[in-house]
């Protein structure tokens, strides 16, 4: 009995120097967009930017803390099992977190620069490793629209290879769950929620248009500090 | 209720010749393509089914409006995608839709046919598992079978829309018949799978795709779930299956009940 709780607070020391502030649990909270919900339009509907951000997104940071929270019980409790139960609730609503945050990053809207295409070193790597910037847009339009059911299409970079990829997560899954290496430098969020009420079922129209709201300047900045 | 018309001319394939056990439940219906004499390249397997009521039946549960498009388009695409794949493979020519099913999920490795025909079964289930005036509570054995394997009726409510909640993703929500354990239970489904994969039997399901309450609820899938179990649920449609599935999974000595 004195050995576990000495094994707690041992624990709770090197949380300490960890940073975990045992005292105050770290919560995350939802991101404000950069732009008004109807910036995105005729490409996205404010509607949905509103419902995605304010109750998509707000519920996936919700859930989120609550998953954590309960994480942090039983962990202090050393309940491995409940430990190991809330991965799953941890995974979806930690991954639509992150995701979602990438995602309004990736967009803008047309007067503050959303579909110029990139210049400079990744301009110059998507020719490389796709042909055109066309060959890499009719490659990811292609991909997200064959998904079947909830997910995302992914422009990534291997941080091992220096090499860009094209790559599809499942539900909510973050791109690094594909490989530790891959870094996102754009995500297309194609659950359903995402277009359903402006485009219906016609995913590939919303695939077309969402390339005139892409924010290259953003994936330019992430590429280059990955290579410099 | 089908929207398939026969034509009990001869087969084109000889397949079924070999097999003359099974009677085929598609039929064959070639199109004319811009009035021309010629008969067209397309043959159609299946035919797109509509519910068995009409699109506003539902209302003010699920618009007209979703049935449109769900329906419409949707389902309707699924069934195109389903007879583009057919013509160009008569390997699975011959199987019945609960078969295809089966067949082409090839023990978890599916086969490119398998999403097409699984969503057109889905659907067609989904849409005969509601009616207008639907919800309340079963009657008889179905009730009584719930009862036995949930505890109560309440309890198994709460399940099953315990379950659409927790759904991560796109997917189903289903009562089943399991044949194995020979009981009820609710089950969910990870995007178009189903539990005839697993040799279990349907016996209500609700789609849990954005796409089926979006345009009524928004992201509001708690709304929607109590919103199906309360008025749109066929319990006709349940019973029907159950006393079908009964003929297969022994579940006991049958009590009549009185009157």
Same mark, same amino acid.
């Given at each position: 009995?004195?050995?576990?709780?000495?094994?707690?607070?041992?624990?709770?020391?090197?949380?300490?120097?960890?940073?975990?502030?045992?005292?105050?649990?770290?919560?995350?909270?939802?991101?404000? #967009?950069?732009?008004?919900?109807?910036?995105?339009?005729?490409?996205?509907?404010?509607?949905?930017?509103?419902?995605?951000?304010?109750? @998509?997104?707000?519920?996936?940071?919700?859930?989120?803390?609550?998953?954590?929270?309960?994480?942090?019980?039983?962990?202090?409790?050393?309940?491995?099992?409940?430990?190991?139960?809330?991965?799953?609730?941890?995974?979806?609503?930690?991954?639509?977190?992150?995701?979602?945050?990438?995602?309004?990053?990736?967009?803008?809207?047309?007067?503050?620069?959303?579909?110029?295409?990139?210049?400079?070193?990744?301009?110059?790597?998507?020719?490389?490793?796709?042909?055109?910037?066309?060959?890499?847009?009719?490659?990811?339009?292609?991909?997200?629209?064959?998904?079947?059911?909830?997910?995302?299409?992914?422009?990534?970079?291997?941080?091992?290879?220096?090499?860009?990829?094209?790559?599809?997560?499942?539900?909510?899954?973050?791109?690094?769950?594909?490989?530790?290496?891959?870094?996102? =430098?754009?995500?297309?969020?194609?659950?359903?929620?995402?277009?359903?009420?402006?485009?219906?079922?016609?995913?590939?129209?919303?695939?077309?248009?969402?390339?005139?709201?892409?924010?290259?300047?953003?994936?330019?900045?992430?590429?280059?500090?990955?290579?410099? | 209720?089908?929207?398939?018309?026969?034509?009990?001319?001869?087969?084109?394939?000889?397949?079924? =010749?070999?097999?003359?056990?099974?009677?085929?439940?598609?039929?064959?219906?070639?199109?004319?393509? @811009?009035?021309?004499?010629?008969?067209?390249?397309?043959?159609?397997?299946?035919?797109?089914?509509?519910?068995?009521?009409?699109?506003?039946?539902?209302?003010?549960?699920?618009?007209?409006?979703?049935?449109?498009?769900?329906?419409?388009?949707? @389902?309707?695409?699924?069934?195109?995608?389903?007879?583009?794949? =057919?013509?160009?493979?008569?390997?699975?020519?011959?199987?019945? #839709?609960?078969?295809?099913?089966?067949?082409?999920?090839?023990?978890?490795?599916?086969?490119?046919?398998?999403?097409?025909? /699984?969503?057109?079964?889905?659907?067609?289930?989904?849409?005969?598992?509601?009616?207008? *005036?639907?919800?309340?509570?079963?009657?008889?054995?179905?009730?009584?079978?719930?009862?036995?394997?949930?505890?109560?009726?309440?309890?198994?409510?709460?399940?099953?829309? *315990?379950?659409?909640?927790? #759904?991560?993703?796109?997917?189903?929500?289903?009562? /089943?018949?399991?044949?194995?354990?020979?009981?009820?239970?609710?089950?969910?489904?990870?995007?178009?799978?189903?539990?005839? /994969?697993?040799?279990?039997?349907?016996?209500?399901?609700?789609?849990?795709?954005?796409?089926?309450?979006?345009?009524?609820?928004?992201?509001?899938?708690?709304?929607?779930?109590?919103?199906?179990?309360?008025?749109?649920?066929?319990?006709?449609?349940?019973?029907?299956?159950?006393?079908?599935?009964?003929?297969?999974?022994?579940?006991?000595?049958?009590?009549?009940?009185?009157?």
């Amino acid at each position: 009995m004195a050995l576990r709780s000495l094994a707690i607070r041992k624990a709770i020391g090197l949380g300490k120097s960890v940073g975990l502030g045992l005292r105050g649990l770290q919560t995350v909270t939802l991101p404000d #967009l950069p732009y008004d919900y109807s910036a995105l339009e005729p490409a996205i509907s404010g509607e949905i930017m509103q419902l995605h951000h304010q109750k @998509h997104h707000q519920a996936y940071v919700t859930n989120y803390n609550k998953a954590v929270e309960q994480l942090f019980q039983a962990l202090n409790k050393v309940d491995t099992s409940t430990v190991v139960q809330l991965q799953g609730a941890i995974k979806f609503n930690g991954g639509g977190h992150v995701n979602h945050s990438i995602f309004w990053k990736n967009l803008a809207p047309v007067h503050e620069g959303g579909g110029e295409p990139p210049h400079s070193s990744l301009g110059w790597a998507i020719d490389t490793h796709f042909g055109s910037l066309e060959a890499l847009i009719q490659k990811m339009s292609a991909e997200g629209a064959a998904l079947q059911g909830s997910g995302w299409v992914w422009l990534g970079l291997d941080t091992e290879f220096k090499r860009l990829v094209v790559e599809t997560t499942a539900n909510q899954d973050p791109l690094v769950t594909k490989a530790p290496t891959l870094v996102p =430098l754009l995500g297309i969020d194609v659950w359903e929620h995402a277009y359903y009420l402006q485009y219906k079922n016609v995913k590939p129209d919303y695939l077309k248009n969402i390339w005139n709201v892409m924010n290259w300047k953003y994936a330019s900045d992430v590429y280059q500090k990955e290579c410099p | 209720m089908g929207s398939v018309t026969c034509n009990p001319l001869a087969p084109p394939s000889t397949h079924l =010749l070999l097999n003359p056990s099974k009677i085929p439940k598609f039929c064959h219906s070639r199109r004319q393509l @811009h009035g021309s004499q010629r008969a067209s390249k397309i043959i159609a397997y299946y035919g797109l089914k509509t519910p068995p009521y009409k699109l506003d039946a539902l209302e003010p549960y699920m618009s007209k409006r979703t049935l449109e498009v769900h329906w419409g388009e949707l @389902h309707r695409g699924y069934v195109e995608g389903l007879n583009k794949h =057919l013509a160009k493979d008569d390997v699975l020519y011959g199987y019945t #839709l609960d078969e295809l099913v089966k067949v082409s999920y090839n023990s978890g490795n599916p086969l490119p046919v398998f999403n097409n025909a /699984v969503q057109v079964w889905n659907h067609d289930f989904f849409w005969e598992s509601m009616q207008p *005036g639907g919800g309340d509570i079963p009657k008889y054995g179905v009730l009584e079978q719930i009862e036995k394997d949930f505890g109560s009726f309440t309890n198994f409510k709460e399940k099953f829309i *315990g379950a659409a909640l927790t #759904l991560f993703g796109s997917g189903y929500v289903w009562l /089943v018949l399991k044949r194995e354990e020979r009981r009820l239970a609710v089950v969910k489904t990870s995007n178009a799978i189903n539990p005839l /994969v697993w040799n279990d039997i349907p016996i209500i399901s609700l789609d849990m795709w954005e796409h089926a309450y979006y345009l009524d609820y928004k992201n509001d899938k708690g709304t929607y779930a109590n919103v199906f179990m309360n008025h749109l649920v066929s319990w006709n449609a349940a019973m029907s299956r159950m006393a079908r599935a009964e003929a297969f999974v022994n579940l006991g000595e049958p009590k009549i009940p009185i009157a």
